[in-house]
């Protein structure tokens, strides 16, 4: 078994050399989003990364911003409203939106 130092907590790690590897590019995942779902927006606007959740009804009642992306994602997150998948999402989102803000190149959301 191969020991790497861990970063995080400074301990050794060892790595299974039997261990399962799940190989992502090829895979296939249906889109489980249905009208009425609610979605998210995202946009970068003075010098802030702003998240807006639309409910069902298409109203925008909760809307996050910082400029620190992963306490924007903890939260977005610890609400009850965002299920794995979409969260997994709107997490890519906040990065590249902090990829371009650092940047300062223009951020569509995908």
């Given at each position: 078994m191969t020991e790497i130092m861990g970063k995080c907590l400074g301990i050794p790690i060892r790595i299974n050399p039997d261990r399962e590897v799940v190989f992502c590019d090829e895979l296939e995942f249906p889109c489980g989003w249905k009208p009425?779902?609610?979605?998210?927006?995202?946009?970068?606007?003075?010098g802030m990364i702003?998240?807006?959740y639309?409910?069902?009804?298409?109203?925008?009642n909760i809307?996050?911003?910082?400029?620190?992306?992963e306490k924007l994602i903890r939260e977005v997150t610890r609400q009850d409203f965002v299920d794995k998948p979409h969260a997994a999402y709107i997490a890519a989102?906040?990065?590249?939106?902090?990829?371009?803000?650092?940047?300062?190149?223009?951020?569509?959301?995908r």
């Open positions: 009425g779902d609610g979605y998210f927006l995202v946009k970068i606007e003075e702003c998240v807006g639309v409910d069902g009804s298409h109203n925008l809307e996050f911003r910082g400029s620190d992306p989102e906040i990065i590249l939106a902090h990829q371009c803000l650092k940047n300062g190149t223009e951020y569509i959301q």
